[in-house]
């Protein structure tokens, strides 16, 4: 497989490059990695010029707004952006789940009313899936949605819904027939926020971010034509979103950690302590690993462009990107040693490597805990038995 950039790609990669020069402020090469999110306003703002340049949905459709570029684009957008440190498109899962599952199974009028305005951050999207006793068994959630004329009313609760204090709207699951089997009872609506009768609580995360929260919904009116796809169809509508969800976010975080792990190599210049040959062993071992998670990512992307669809391999890079993250950011603060117990604008770096260490905890828990992605790499991938 050649992994050099064809003409087209090298040319859109010099152009990306330019445009990232000429729109990150002056001094941003310069700056320390900031170690939390960026403020909604100024991610908002800075999602709008990434649509206006064209560089928001790279592989979604041209006719939905998109580029309608090949997933390789795509890579090198998020390599490209990651190696100046660009701040995310605010809309992570409007862009990454709910729109390619809009552009799958959604009608004319939910695709004229939605894509655009993903791309353009002007509807900021969450997830509503999990609940209280319903995560990795995701089939025996208890919201229910009950027919009344043409709409449907929603009672029940959702919980560590990421954005959902800043969102517009939430891609919701919803139980419509209580006497159907698990699978088949469920129905995927798009939820608007502002419906009465939804409450957003936010929780406070480790690190301290207030990044996801619970969503109540009391006797909310969800119109007929807000269901996406055929009703009771919600479990085959929703894995179209969970293998988006792992096959875009495992490539984006890939070339994240490739910086994460410049910015070790850096601390440990600056601590001295790439002279110890153990700690070089560790960042070597490191090396090695991020290469390993590079070459399956490009695997998983050839996948990606012959079959449109994110196959099962992509569990693989998000299982092993962020247990490797983990380790990473505990290197870290051993690396620092006693200033590791320095945080805030005390510690080095501002306490970046602090927030990625506790930030990293819950990344072995979203988008599938790594229990779970094991059995799927063991069933889909090897071809092994059920474990259950
Ligand atoms: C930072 C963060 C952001 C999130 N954002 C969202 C969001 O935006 N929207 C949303 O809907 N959800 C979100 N989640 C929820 C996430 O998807 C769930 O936490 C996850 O699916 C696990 O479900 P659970 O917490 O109910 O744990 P459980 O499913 O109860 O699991 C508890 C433990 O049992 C293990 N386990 C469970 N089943 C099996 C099995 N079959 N085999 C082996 N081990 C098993 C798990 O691995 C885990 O260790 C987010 C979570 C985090 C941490």
Redesign the pocket.
Known sequence: MDLSDTADEAAFRDDLRGWLAANLPADWGQRTPEPGRWDEDFSRAWSKRLFDAGYAGLTWPAKFGGGGKPPSFQAIYLEETARVGAPDHIGV?GLGMAGPTIIAHGTDKQKAKHLKAILSAEQIF?????????????ASLRTKAVKDGDHYVVNGQ???????HIADFCIL?ARTDPEAENHRALTYFLLDMKSEGVTVRPLR?ITGDP??NEIFLEEVKIPADCVLGEVGAGWRVAMTTLLHERGTLGFALTARLDVALQNLMATARRTGADADPLTRDRLAGLWIEMQGLRYTAYRSLAGLARTGVPGPEASITKLRWSETNQRLTKLALELLGPDAQLDGEDGFWSGYWQYQQL?S???T????????L??IVAERVLGLPR??
């Open positions: 899962i969450c997830q509503g899936f999990s609940e209280p006793s319903s995560g990795s068994d995701l959702k919980v560590w819904s990421s954005y959902a699951l995360q990044e996801f930030r905890r819950g990344n828990i979203e988008a599938g805990t790594s229990e779970v094991r059995s474990s259950r």
